[in-house]
């Protein structure tokens, strides 16, 4: 169980916090919550404003963690909220002859999944996984457990650790001191379940939680 950033070679983009938080309301949350057309593809006040596949987000990042948890050619990898299935190509590309699985609870990213890809993914939900016991090498989620409240998050987790057999990472948001906590605030849309660093570190050993973590952090 370490505190690592897996994700340090993943294009950093300067996030209008404050611009984009002054036309947010609740409407724009619960349409973005919904996790359909509009979150992906929709206005920027919705999520993304365009989720397109591009090789410069994953490429870097899925050979940092095939390098750090040394994944044989023929591992297993699931990516729990996978959306369009971008990391699970990439990983594929690097290593074609991984066993991929992709799930999401978004109906709309699976359906617009990256095609090469798609055989592999499914929606469901990440607090209840459709896999046996241990049937992974390595279970990754990125931005994706903080959006289920905080029950089901812990669900989440436990289902995580339930069908790894070896390796965990997951991120989420959170913050270190009061002023990323106020910008946390601001900017985010889905999140149900975000917290000081040191309470996620609390929360995951109290789910007995034993992989890896990072944060995303609005700074
Ligand atoms: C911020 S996006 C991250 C997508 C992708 N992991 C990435 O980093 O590009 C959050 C993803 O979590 C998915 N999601 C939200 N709630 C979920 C749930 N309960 N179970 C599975 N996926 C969920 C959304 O549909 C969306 O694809």
């Known amino acids: 169980m370490a505190e690592v950033n897996l994700l340090d070679c993943y294009p950093r983009s300067k996030r209008p916090i404050k611009e984009r938080s002054k036309f947010i309301t609740e409407d724009h949350r619960q349409i973005a919550r919904r996790f359909g057309r509009e979150f992906f593809d929709g206005d920027r006040l919705y999520g993304y404003g365009g989720y397109n596949y591009h090789p410069r987000f994953w490429q870097d990042t899925v050979q940092r963690l095939r390098d750090y948890y040394s994944l044989s050619d023929d591992a297993n990898v699931l990516d729990i909220g996978c959306a369009k299935g971008f990391m699970l190509y990439d990983f594929k590309e690097l290593m074609p002859r991984l066993t991929v699985a992709g799930i999401d609870i978004s109906e709309y990213a699976i359906d617009n999944a990256i095609e090469a890809i798609k055989p592999f993914l499914q929606v469901g939900n990440a607090n209840n996984l459709p896999f046996e016991d241990c049937s992974f090498d390595l279970v990754i989620s990125i931005s994706t ?61 109290d789910v007995g939680y034993k992989g890896d973590y990072y944060w995303f952090i609005a700074e």
């Not at 906590?181 to 149900?192: A, D, F, P, S």
């Open 145 to 205: 457990i903080h959006n289920l409240p905080i029950e089901e998050c812990k669900q989440a987790l436990r289902e995580i650790e339930r069908v790894s057999q070896k390796h965990a990472f997951v991120t989420v948001d959170a913050w270190r001191h009061d002023l990323e906590k106020e910008h946390m605030l601001q900017w985010n849309l889905t999140g149900l379940t975000y917290m000081h660093t040191d309470e996620w570190k609390k929360l995951f050993l």
